[in-house]
């Protein structure tokens, strides 16, 4: 069984989960039954809008069983150890998806048992959000004639997104303030790290942005507002990128800091697509890993 813990797990297969994904959003009925007696578990140790509902749609709608838990109901860690807790779960469910606050949970949870375990964000990566991202991107021009320009906090979401704009093919642009950069052993090869955003959203034909404190940082939130004053995605940067350029952002945002209202709410600001195609996308990885 495969896991999806990180997007280089799946990396030669997002072509086709990408295709399956533009398939399930064109057909409401795309594999319906298909998961039929299949019991999944969908277990959340941090809040959610997106993942939580477009999860639980795509097990239901594909027939299979979504059995939610929560992080404090599981005690993974506290109430019993990891390993345990992936013993019992392999036993009683056939998938498993998480979102957890550290991404050794996840991995003790796969090595532990061996049904899928899919990543639903941790502070390493947020991989399906990533397959959500290269369909919508996918939907303007092909991934491969793309230029991506994340700008802001090096986090989760643009990690995941770089190795899947490079595996699709396309130019990949990471910008931050000093000290908020990516880790380059975290990144595919031939990702362009800069520190200047307005270079970096130059000619881009997708600017993408997140928060700049996320799920687990809160108590850093001040010294973070102050180390990316002047990096907000407002409508004079947004105009240094290609002519017909799309906004991307994971959600939920942050009017006013990492994004203005004017970039968000532009008719090229593709958010809610991307949102949607978490459902679509959720769907092809279940078809594809069960
Ligand atoms: N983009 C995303 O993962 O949203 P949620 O945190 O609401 O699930
Ligand atoms: N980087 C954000 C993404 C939320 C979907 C976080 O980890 O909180």
Not at 42 to 58: C, G, I, K, M, Y
Not at 121 to 131: I, R, Y
Not at 164 to 183: F, N, Q, W
Not at 211 to 222: C, D, F, L, Y
């Amino acid at each position: 069984m495969t896991d999806f813990l990180r997007v280089r797990d799946l990396a030669d297969r997002l072509p086709d989960l990408v295709e399956v994904a533009h398939r399930a959003k064109a057909d409401r009925n795309f594999g319906l039954g298909h998961l039929a007696g299949r019991q999944i578990g969908l277990f959340f140790e941090l809040p959610s809008t997106r993942t939580r509902v477009s999860t639980e749609v795509a097990v239901r709608r594909l027939g299979g069983d979504p059995v939610v838990l929560s992080g404090s109901g599981l005690g993974v860690g506290t109430r019993e150890p990891a390993n345990d807790v992936a013993r019992v779960l392999d036993r009683l469910l056939d998938g498993l998806a998480a979102r957890v606050t550290d991404h050794r949970t996840l991995e003790q949870l796969a090595r532990h048992g061996d049904i899928p375990v899919i990543n639903l964000l941790s502070d390493l990566e947020h991989p399906c959000q990533a397959v959500a991202d290269v369909a919508t991107i996918a939907e303007h021009r092909p991934v491969a004639d793309s230029v991506v320009a994340y700008v802001g906090d090096a986090n989760n979401v643009a990690t995941s997104l770089a190795w899947a704009v490079v595996a699709l093919g396309g130019e990949m642009r990471i910008a931050s303030p000093p000290g908020y950069g990516p880790d380059s052993r975290e990144l595919p090869d031939g990702v362009i790290v800069l520190e200047d955003a307005d270079e970096a959203v130059s000619g881009a034909t997708a600017v993408y942005t997140d928060v700049w404190t996320s799920m687990g940082q809160e108590k850093e939130r001040s010294d973070r507002l102050e180390a990316f004053e002047g990096w907000t995605i407002d409508l004079a940067r947004f105009r240094l990128a290609h002519d017909d350029a799309i906004f991307l952002h994971c959600l939920p945002a942050h009017r006013g800091e990492e994004v203005a209202t004017e970039v968000i709410e532009h008719p090229r600001s593709v958010v809610f697509d991307q949102a949607e195609y978490r459902l679509h996308s959720f769907t092809a990885l279940l078809l594809e890993l069960l």
